[in-house]
């Protein structure tokens, strides 16, 4: 059930100025200020000595031997050198429509082409050490919340085109339909923002007070998950409940949609795939039992879905049926699937082929200097880096 209260607005005029005695100094902070973004010019000459984009065949630089390559009918598309300083590390990698975006520990943001590995734009998004949760796409803008600022990004530039301050701290990535934007606080609840003035409309809960772990925004509903085992769909403009599910444990990670399906992990050790059959109904379709905590959500394919259990390894379970495929104990997370084929990177470094109706090893490669990735659920394109800033493409033979 929901809990539910009516927000006043409330219109809040201030300024933030810090002044030091001894240096007189005042630092503005509207855009975290800018003086708090500002790089070094060593940083400006760093992306200017950075080599364009590496040929496919230049094995000298490649992050994945070619000769390795072919040896799994794999060949590299491109590759690329992010302007990474020493002092920092490449910390995550996206795949957010036809673009790539890299994310350093130190809050940098290189945004590349996903077909050809130009670089698009890159600058700092946020100060380092300031959290970044999420990064999702909506239409022609960026969403995510930097510190406790919900920010629009231009997917172009990345330079902010609106923000607003959040007076509450926020436990997972906001999301958004054409009205309004969905943030779960760490106060248990959902706020609900008018998408042009961020002014809040309205705010629900669940009726346990649980902690919200995964939102999705859609015209026609909404939904979240709770850290309490309970999935719960309300009206997009009212605090009205149309369904709610209720696992024994927390949803581990956030729910996937594809379409009308929903699939979560529990940390009761089961993988869940729901249908929204109506307004007001959802279904379960199948639950798996897995072998140990679940700790991360699945990847969801046209296939396959695939779950990742704490020392257990990598599990395909088929996604119509719900009906074990196979399992790979040293498996980590899948890289991308195609032609029946799955591509999955292991806990010991290397890319494993599997073949989804055989359930056989066909093929296996060194990946030793691999040590990020981004997990591609769309096409068979194949994304994978170091920590120092090398960022590939790879695609099967055909």
């Known amino acids: 059930m929901l809990r539910t209260s009516q927000s006043r607005l409330i219109l809040v005029v201030g300024f933030l100025a ?82 790539i975006y890299a994310l350093s520990d130190h809050n940098y943001m290189v945004c590349l082409d996903r077909e050809t590995g130009n670089v698009i734009f890159s600058r700092p998004v946020a100060p380092t050490g300031f959290p970044v949760v999420g990064l999702e796409l909506w239409r022609d803008e960026l969403i995510s919340v930097i510190g406790n600022k919900l920010v629009e990004i231009s997917p172009n530039s990345g330079m902010e085109n609106k923000a607003k301050y959040l007076e509450f701290s926020v436990v997972c990535p906001a999301a958004r339909n054409s009205s309004y934007f969905y943030v779960g606080g760490a106060d248990r609840r959902l706020h609900v923002l008018h998408a042009e003035n961020y002014v809040q409309v309205f705010q629900v809960a669940a009726q346990n007070e649980s902690m919200i772990t995964s939102i999705i925004a859609d015209e026609r509903f909404i939904v979240f998950g709770t850290d309490a085992g309970n999935v719960i769909s309300f009206l997009p403009d009212r605090p009205k409940q149309l369904w709610q599910f209720d696992a024994p444990d927390a949803i581990a990670g956030p729910i996937v949609r594809d379409g009308m399906s929903l699939f979560f992990a529990s940390k009761d050790m089961n993988v869940y795939r729901l249908d929204i059959v109506e307004p007001m109904l959802a279904k379960l379709i199948w639950k798996y039992q897995m072998p140990g905590i679940l700790e991360k959500a699945p990847r969801v394919t046209p296939a396959a879905v695939y779950q990742y259990t704490c020392n257990e390894g990598l599990t395909a379970i088929d996604r119509q049926s719900g009906k074990f495929m196979w399992s790979l104990k040293q498996g980590a997370d899948m890289l991308a699937e195609t032609g029946g084929k799955a591509y999955v990177i292991t806990s010991i470094r290397t890319l494993v082929v599997m073949d989804n109706t055989s359930a056989k090893l066909l093929y296996s490669v060194n990946f030793a200097d691999v040590s990020r990735y981004a997990a591609n659920t769309i096409d068979s394109k194949i994304y994978i880096a170091d920590e120092r800033g090398r960022v590939a493409c790879l695609e099967p033979v055909k």
């Open 18 to 99: 810090l002044c030091v005695t001894s240096g007189c100094a005042v630092v503005s902070l509207s855009l975290w200020g800018d003086s708090a973004l500002l790089e070094p010019k060593n940083r400006a000459a760093a992306e200017a000595e950075t080599p364009a984009t590496i040929r496919a065949d230049d094995g000298l630089h490649a992050l994945v031997s070619p000769e390795l390559l072919r040896s799994a009918k794999l060949k590299i598309v491109w590759q690329n050198k992010l302007p990474i300083r020493k002092n920092e590390n490449l910390d995550q990698l996206f795949i957010i429509g036809n673009r």
